[in-house]
DNA sequence: AAATCTTTTCATTTTTTATTGAAAAATTTG
DNA sequence: CAAATTTTTCAATAAAAAATGAAAAGATTT
């Protein structure tokens, strides 16, 4: 686990002196550390992230904007999380792809301000749509071009081959049709 | 990726000369390359089950036992993906636990031999159980103890953070619906 | 348009995960 | 039950993924 991440759900630990480098701190001054409720669903959200395949630190950054009632900047985010500077940029970029996080426009504010999504239909259909639907169909499209290498083999084999084949094929429709039950499901 | 494999998928390559360590070699002599056919499904496999969290060996193991007409023992399968003991160890182990491959008894062998389980079905339906099902009560337990963190959080915030933590809860409620719904879809 | 501030990029470093293979354990055979 | 064979375990290594932070690029202000 990233340590810093770490640190920053276990101990409540005290702010470094420094400002990370190549930014100027705050203006508020003290970045406070997360509260115990902060490192439960910032902990959750990590979590949660990884079964879809998310790097901790994105899912971290998810939870912390979650449960923040303002836009935070990702100088707050980098301060609270205590993850680095291309990590936050990174993490925001990604998270902004498939909008789990959007910016907000704050008047009189020179940095953007980020606030999580929090209608679950929408994150999930997204996520439905980007992910597992493409890996669906490149999947589909392999599968066609399958049953000519057939020919290739062992003249006994073909026929039970042709048979496995064809069930993948199967599988691939049925998983089409439950991904629309899903859609269904969440409309 | 694993090199080995990326070899054995990519160029019909010669077997080594050498049997692998700890083994003597398999009686029937030469461990035949694998062939195109045997090549698209075991990337399809080492695909798919890497959407779902494993190593690429264990979807390749599960690729080429799907694609077999008869049961393989490990040794063979060490020999056609070229992947070590130990991995083929702990990815047929690993298999079996989810009951994605299963031992078969081969009359008069002396070697465990394994076949795959080619019900989808089933294979999604334990994938379910044992994964989301399970993180999904984890998480639950989780969110229970949640709500009297907000006594430590300032005032103001109070209410907004009930809402949040209120719709967590909904969205694990629906996601066990969905479950549902989706065993039932299997069934 | 120079200076200042903010964000992105990306080569390097760190961390995590997967693989290997030798040794230990277990099993089977004679 | 000893020897031979097969399977599992696990410490070491290799490969992959994520995080870092300095430098470049992009904005905004004065």
């Given at each position: 686990m990233l340590s810093?991440?770490?640190?920053a759900?276990?101990a409540?630990?005290?702010?470094?002196r420094?400002a990370?480098?190549?930014?100027?701190?705050?203006?508020q001054g003290?970045t406070?550390?997360l509260?115990?409720l902060e490192r439960?669903?910032?902990?959750?959200a990590?979590?949660a992230g990884?079964?879809l395949?998310l790097?901790?630190s994105?899912?971290?950054?998810?939870?912390?904007?979650y449960l923040?009632p303002?836009?935070l900047t990702m100088?707050?985010i980098?301060?609270?999380?205590?993850?680095?500077?291309?990590?936050?940029?990174?993490?925001?970029?990604?998270?902004?792809s498939?909008?789990?996080?959007?910016p907000v426009?704050?008047?009189g504010a020179?940095?953007e301000?980020?606030?999580?999504e929090d209608q679950?239909?929408?994150l999930i259909?997204n996520?439905?749509d980007?992910?597992?639907n493409?890996?669906?169909?490149?999947?589909?499209?392999?599968l066609g071009g399958?049953a000519?290498?057939?020919?290739?083999?062992?003249?006994a084999?073909?026929?039970?081959?042709?048979?496995?084949?064809?069930k993948?094929?199967?599988?691939?429709?049925?998983?089409?049709?439950?991904?629309?039950?899903?859609a269904?499901?969440?409309a």
């Amino acid at each position: 686990m990233l340590s810093a991440i770490k640190t920053a759900l276990q101990a409540p630990a005290r702010r470094s002196r420094n400002a990370p480098s190549g930014l100027r701190p705050n203006a508020q001054g003290a970045t406070p550390p997360l509260s115990p409720l902060e490192r439960e669903v910032v902990g959750l959200a990590m979590r949660a992230g990884q079964i879809l395949g998310l790097p901790k630190s994105v899912g971290a950054i998810y939870g912390l904007l979650y449960l923040s009632p303002r836009p935070l900047t990702m100088e707050e985010i980098m301060e609270r999380l205590r993850i680095s500077l291309g990590s936050a940029s990174q993490g925001l970029r990604q998270l902004r792809s498939f909008k789990a996080v959007r910016p907000v426009y704050v008047p009189g504010a020179r940095r953007e301000h980020f606030e999580a999504e929090d209608q679950f239909r929408k994150l999930i259909g997204n996520f439905l749509d980007d992910e597992v639907n493409a890996q669906l169909e490149l999947a589909g499209e392999h599968l066609g071009g399958l049953a000519k290498l057939i020919e290739h083999e062992p003249a006994a084999n073909r026929d039970w081959l042709r048979q496995r084949l064809e069930k993948l094929e199967n599988v691939n429709a049925n998983a089409r049709r439950l991904l629309a039950l899903m859609a269904r499901f969440l409309a």
